[in-house]
T-cell receptor, first 114, second 112 residues
Framework: DVKVTQSSRYLVKRTGEKVFLECVQD?????MFWYRQDPGLGLRLIYF???????EKGDIPEGYSVSREKKERFSLILESASTNQTSMYLC?????????????FGQGTRLTVV | GEDVEQSLFLSVREGDSSVINCTYT??????LYWYKQEPGAGLQLLTY?????DMKQDQRLTVLLNKKDKHLSLRIADTQTGDSAIYFC????????????FGRGTSLIVHP
């Protein structure tokens, strides 16, 4: 089974801290994604990556950066955490294909910025 | 741009059928998907339909696609309390780089 693992289930950080959210997948997927999930807003794409060292902005990249140094690992970085970044963060991975493609999700990290 | 719309809530009694609706705008979508998110978990693919199909049935699940109206629905027969979850509609366009666009999710609440 494909497994996408996020490093933390819950995090509490202070305003202004630099925060790292880590995600690892074990199925050699090319695509990796970071979403944030807020009530009533659904999933919004922050960044995605289709290859090592490649990254593309999603719909809401402001205040975030990402790093993909190895194919299996995709990190989301909050350079200076703010209270409006309190949210559920979901990592996902998928193959690059023209056929049916399933996105596999991690269990999520609930981040609270105080 | 791409957009996927869903109603936010649906409440049903146990044993009834549930119908969750979705509209999308990207006419090039090759596949359309339904994902389920149980409390405290990530999303999992529930079912999908190819764009040249009208209907797909899988046990208690029936997916209907009206491509002309860009309308997708998920019917759950004999809804159980374990079906309580958030259901997301998602689409993908053509091409090799799969970037799913998700709706806002419909919270299904099943009453005993």
């Amino acid at each position: 089974d494909v497994k996408v693992t996020q490093s933390s289930r819950y995090l509490v950080k202070r305003t202004g801290e630099k925060v790292f959210l880590e995600c690892v997948q074990d199925m050699d997927h090319e695509n990796m994604f970071w979403y944030r999930q807020d009530p009533g807003l659904g999933l919004r794409l922050i960044y995605f990556s289709y290859d090592v060292k490649m990254k593309e902005k999603g719909d809401i990249p402001e205040g975030y950066s990402v790093s993909r140094e190895k194919k299996e690992r995709f990190s989301l970085i909050l350079e200076s955490a703010s209270t409006n970044q309190t949210s559920m963060y979901l990592c996902a991975s998928s193959l690059i294909t023209t056929g049916i493609t399933e996105a596999f999700f991690g269990q999520g990290t609930r981040l609270t910025v105080v | 741009g791409e957009d996927v719309e869903q109603s936010l809530f649906l409440s049903v009694r146990e044993g009834d059928s549930s119908v969750i609706n979705c509209t999308y705008t990207d006419s090039s979508s090759t596949y359309l998907y339904w994902y389920k998110q149980e409390p405290g978990a990530g999303l999992q693919l529930l079912t999908y339909i190819f764009s040249n199909m009208d209907m797909k049935q899988d046990q208690r699940l029936t997916v209907l696609l009206n491509k002309k109206d860009k309308h997708l629905s998920l019917r759950i027969a004999d809804t159980q309390t374990g079906d309580s979850a958030i259901y997301f509609c998602a689409e993908s366009g053509t091409g090799g780089s799969y970037i799913p666009t998700f709706g806002r999710g419909t919270s299904l609440i099943v009453h005993p």
